[in-house]
């Protein structure tokens, strides 16, 4: 993971409350397979969200922080060769 993945899933972990193991934060190349990750992680707690929930803030908490049009930010989008992360 470079620098750009490794700050959204920090910012990620401080708004959902979970903790996200790096093992699996580096499996995960798209929008989708990190929104489960979070919302399989967030289930786990006292507050969970629906599955949307966690798909429409992780897309704007991602279109904020790297400048990205939200519209690109889609669930099939690759973090690093659809939007650009980490390069």
């Known amino acids: 993971m470079g620098l750009d993945t490794v700050e959204l ?4 972990e ?3 409350g979970v903790a996200v193991p790096d093992d699996l934060a ?7 397979e990190f929104a489960h990750l ?4 967030k289930a786990k707690t006292s507050a969970p969200m629906p ?3 966690v798909l ?3 897309q704007r908490i991602t279109s904020e922080m790297f400048h990205l049009p939200i519209e690109r930010v889609v ?3 690759r973090f690093v060769k659809d939007l ?3 390069q």
């Open 56 to 58: 429409i803030q992780l």
């Open 84 to 86: 650009g992360l980490d």
């Open 51 to 53: 599955y949307e929930d």
């Open 75 to 77: 669930p099939k989008a």
């Open 26 to 32: 580096q499996k995960t190349e798209t929008v989708e």
């Open 14 to 16: 401080r708004t959902f």
């Open 38 to 41: 979070l919302y399989e992680l």
């Open 9 to 12: 899933v920090l910012e990620a």
